[in-house]
């Protein structure tokens, strides 16, 4: 299984970034997917995912700014960040994950190991 994160870049405060999230090795229309985000000296927290149902849900400081969607014909989720800001900048990871729809966004687990992730930076 991989999954391989990528689109981050430099973008000023405001702008928009699209990340994709390719996935091979699974059957990747019957997994919940998370993006996760690690800022510099802070640890990893997981931002978004979409269910297999493709429910989602959002960290708190993202939502109305991020929106998380998922294509199964291209084994592919997407990241579409607007209004950026500089404390989003981080690197950006993705994976599997676990929990149920009703827990929240902290309780779901990363299942599967950690890809590269894509570094976004928001410069102000």
């Known amino acids: 299984v991989q999954l391989q994160a990528s689109g981050g870049g430099l973008v000023q405060a405001g702008g928009s970034l699209r990340l994709s999230c390719a996935a091979t090795g699974l059957t990747f229309s019957e997994f919940a997917i998370g993006w996760y985000r690690q800022a510099p000296g802070k640890q990893r927290e997981l931002v978004a995912l979409i269910s297999s149902a493709k429910n989602t849900k959002y960290l708190d400081s993202v939502k109305g700014r991020f929106t998380i969607s998922r294509d199964n014909g291209k084994n592919t989720v997407y990241l579409q960040m607007n209004s950026l800001k500089p404390e989003d900048t981080a690197v950006y990871y993705c994976?599997?994950?676990?929990?149920?729809?009703?827990?929240?966004?902290?309780?779901?687990?990363?299942?599967?190991?950690w890809g590269q992730g894509t570094l976004v930076t928001v410069s102000s």
């Open positions: 994976n599997t994950v676990r929990g149920t729809y009703f827990q929240k966004l902290t309780d779901w687990n990363a299942s599967g190991s």
